[in-house]
């Protein structure tokens, strides 16, 4: 009996692991489109069978389908065709950040922005100024902004990624090891004062990282609902960034906790 009961617990602690690595294998394929089990199961530390497991599960829930070796994301092939992006959650939140950050730009500066909703967002607002100098490593937001005559926008080489719209890897990187911007709008995933920035998968740390020695001021744009939340893979400290773009649903104590670290804190 005693044998059985410890079983229970056992099959009980497995499930309850087993649901947090599900969510981050999924937000994972909603960052990168695919993924292979094998990768999968190195970045997790589990076996393959196990990985297996859960990529059943999540087919199963509607939201990817398996392939031999791997599985990709169902809503990556339409999303991809009407140039849309994956979360399209916290919109209200997302639009008041990205007229505040784009009211910080002046005519004729040299900007970097990130692939992400929230930047879009900024993007969409900055048709009326001149003489602008744009990298984005974003498809959506090169096609935004490269309809205004005035403006010269510049896009990496790299690997595409559908749900983000974006292009990420190695050539990427070296892309923008080479250039020198004003100002970088950075997207995350979750930022929290011990974690840091935190983001779904590898891909794309060293792009961001070279996003952020590229560029003389750091704007992270962020909606409330990011604060505190952690997600994968750690880009670093707080250290890196010198301000924070958020909406007025960031409490009081986080406020005043940003501001301590020397970071500028602006509400959207």
Known sequence: MEAKDEHNASDSMIGLLSEPRRRRILEWLQEEGSARVRELAGAFRVSEATIRQDLERLENE?????????????TAAPQTGTMTLHHQENMDKKRRIGALAASLVKDGETLILDAGTTTTEIATRLTTRRDLTLITNALNIAIILGSVPSFAVHMPGGQFKSPTLSLSGDKSVEYFRNIFAGKLFLATAGVALDAGLTYPSFA????????IKAAAHVYLVADSTKINRSSFTRLGSLDVINSFITDDGISDRDAKEFEKRGIELLIA
């Open 62 to 74: 509607g939201f990817i389908t398996r392939e031999h070796g791997g599985a990709y994301l169902n």
């Open 204 to 211: 794309d740390l060293q792009l961001k990282e070279a996003m």
